[in-house]
């Protein structure tokens, strides 16, 4: 064990999703390349199509974020942004079912490797839940589809915010009936740690260096700048003595 | 089968809790006898201790439903009446960590013995999902505890309104994605099955007519006041072809 606090004073650890658990990337060009491409015609890219989609959702969650949109679920951001990327990309001829079966490949995202047999091993001692900007139906089919095993789930919908903003972090400890140091949040960007610990939070990264794709390798942070710092899940879960 | 309707275009199964999925009193009288009794001296009879504490339960959400409380989660009702219980009882002497810990048995409640598994091979076609009155904390801390399999919790606390209550059944299809016909409403209770059914929801009966102890039995309804009616978990499960 390499940690420096309390273990037993953590009694819920909350994950990012989007790229921490499931492979965003990976499975979008997967689904394309077997699916959109040979059987409705689709002739991109993939992975330039999935970093175009998925590059819009920042300036989108902003919008809600500064009052710019009301509250606006991810399905429906994810929405607005295909509708965006499908006319930058030139299709066509997608029908009104097609397109809303691609939007919601979000709730089709297979799960890293090591993700659901790390995050059983976590959930032998702690609350595992997502705290992720999808919603709440999005998160629970995800979790089918890709066999994730959450106790629970705590999404953006449940506080009406998007990460980074406290009320998501806040407002996951207090429906989990726990203060904020009593939950770890678990990311593979370092900017949602941050600001998870900021308000009190304990902190896990776990290093997913491809998930941006080829070129876009990430470095690991230095083990001390968070609580835990793993390769994977299941590291996570070793060095936190599971 | 001995269904009615389109069993496909039902995508979620949501269930009451206490005393349709775990055996809230068989489970405090259980606690009880093996632990407050013997080890704090608590000299009480359980039964009527569980009885006088659940009867609470009614008027003190009433008291939330006509706005003379506000929002109140049930965790904290459990505890004003469990206050009055311990007077009314006579029981004295029990710190604030004890009232704590004994307060918290609603989240140590047993299944009854068919729910993990009749559970599970419900999943394995729908989304389940408790609709309960309890608060999420509560709810997931009872899952892990009974070997409870949801897929999200969907609960009291989400909504900010107690079932019989619209917002209840309309708030847990909606943040599921899913209209009110797509969603079957499960409990031990005809009332509960009876305010969903008016909103649209499908709806499933199952049988636990020892729920109220000994001398409340309660009698099967038809098989047709419902879309299922079942007399536990498994033969709910394969009544719906699982």
């Given at each position: 064990m390499t940690t420096s606090f309390d273990l037993h004073a953590v009694k819920a650890?909350?994950?990012?999703?989007?790229?921490?658990?499931?492979?965003?990337?990976?499975?979008?060009?997967?689904?394309g390349n077997a699916y959109w491409t040979p059987v409705k015609g689709v002739n991109v890219?993939?992975?330039?199509?999935?970093?175009?989609?998925?590059?819009?959702?920042?300036p989108n969650m902003n919008k809600v974020r500064t009052g710019e949109l009301p509250w606006t679920k991810?399905?429906?951001?994810h929405r607005m942004a295909l509708d965006d990327v499908l006319a930058e990309q030139n299709v066509s001829g997608l029908s009104e079912d097609d397109i809303h079966h691609l939007n919601f490949v979000w709730h089709r995202l297979n799960a890293w490797p090591d993700a659901p047999s790390g995050l059983?091993?976590?959930?032998?001692?702690?609350?595992?839940?997502p705290?992720?900007?999808?919603?709440?139906?999005?998160?629970?089919?995800m979790a089918k589809f890709a066999g994730l095993p959450w106790d629970c789930i705590t999404s953006a919908d449940l506080f009406q915010h998007y990460k980074p903003d406290p009320e998501t972090y806040l407002g996951a400890a207090a429906i989990l009936g726990l203060e904020p140091g009593q939950v770890m949040m678990t990311a593979a960007h370092t900017g949602d740690l941050e600001a998870a610990k900021k308000?009190?939070?304990?902190?896990?990264?776990?290093?997913?260096?491809?998930?941006?794709g080829p070129g876009r390798e990430r470095t690991m942070p230095a083990?001390?700048?968070?609580?835990?710092?793993?390769?994977?899940?299941?590291?996570?879960?070793?060095?936190l003595g599971l």
């Open positions: 650890m909350v994950f990012d999703t989007f790229g921490t658990v499931v492979d965003w990337r990976g499975s979008i060009i997967a689904e890219d993939w992975g330039a199509f999935a970093d175009s989609w998925r590059g819009k959702y920042g991810l399905d429906d951001l059983a091993r976590l959930k032998s001692r702690y609350i595992i839940s705290l992720s900007n999808g919603n709440l139906s999005l998160l629970t089919n308000l009190g939070l304990r902190t896990a990264y776990v290093h997913r260096p491809h998930e941006g083990q001390s700048d968070f609580d835990v710092v793993a390769s994977d899940f299941r590291d996570m879960a070793s060095k």
